[in-house]
């Protein structure tokens, strides 16, 4: 059974950067993609970032240039560097792993909060 552990949130001004870790525990190499979402208060889930097991990445636009996933296969870890953080990228991140058989698990995301 695949779980996944985030970790890395926090508060942090305007222009500065934090590192998120997704964390796979199971069969690491199983996983189809592995993306980063979020959710701000009063909005839907987004997709984030996404990077699939052959390194392919995706962005949102307004990401693009200021985040960049990238993925550990020895240490079964996803991250999401983020750089020049703004107020509106203030969420709960959430890890969502997709496997070969399309199964989707999520982790219990973790909150990022930016201060103006």
């Known amino acids: 059974q695949v779980q996944l552990a985030e970790s890395g949130g926090g508060l942090v001004q305007a222009g500065g950067s934090l590192r998120l870790s997704c964390a796979v525990s199971?069969?690491?190499?199983?996983?189809?993609?592995v993306m980063w979402y979020r959710q701000a208060p009063e909005k839907q889930r987004e997709l984030v970032a996404a990077?699939?097991?052959?390194?392919?990445?995706h962005y949102l636009d307004s990401v693009k240039d200021r985040f960049t996933i990238s993925r550990d296969n020895s240490k079964s870890t996803v991250y999401l560097r983020m750089n020049n953080l703004r107020p509106e990228d203030t969420a709960v991140y959430y890890c969502?792993?997709?496997?070969?058989?399309?199964?989707?698990?999520w982790g219990t995301g973790t909150l990022v909060t930016v201060s103006s």
């Open positions: 199971g069969n690491f190499f199983n996983m189809n993609v």
């Open positions: 969502n792993a997709r496997g070969s058989n399309g199964m989707d698990t």
């Open positions: 990077i699939s097991r052959g390194g392919e990445t």
